[in-house]
Nanobody, 115 residues
């Protein structure tokens, strides 16, 4: 089992920035991939960003150039730096980790971007 605890969500104006954090515990050795998903009301959950084996990254087209995913192996933590936020980025953001994605889920953190 892997436990994930997210933090860093909140309310921000359009154009602002937020950084999400996700600390992992439990069977850390099993984690090859970590990522962030989001789900807005009425929408399906979508993959926003992923980092594989701590180096290879990929992003949804909608966030390329604005969001950056990174991982601190010493702290077993993954981050999502979100810049130039838009109202359409408003959603619950979920951390995910496992041998592959999707794996284990965090509880989610709300990000609200006001116009």
């Amino acid at each position: 089992q892997v436990q994930l605890v997210e933090s860093g969500g909140g309310l921000v104006q359009a154009g602002g920035s937020l950084r999400l954090s996700c600390a992992a515990s439990g069977l850390i050795f099993s984690i090859n991939a970590m990522g962030w998903y989001r789900q807005a009301p009425g929408n399906q959950r979508e993959l926003v960003a992923a980092i594989i084996r701590g180096t290879s990254t990929n992003y949804a087209d909608s966030v390329k150039g604005r969001f950056t995913i990174s991982r601190d192996n010493a702290k077993n933590t993954v981050y999502l730096q979100m810049n130039s936020l838009k109202p359409e980025d408003t959603a619950v953001y979920y951390c995910n980790a496992g041998t592959r994605l999707p794996g284990y889920w965090g509880q989610g953190t709300q990000v609200t971007v006001s116009s």
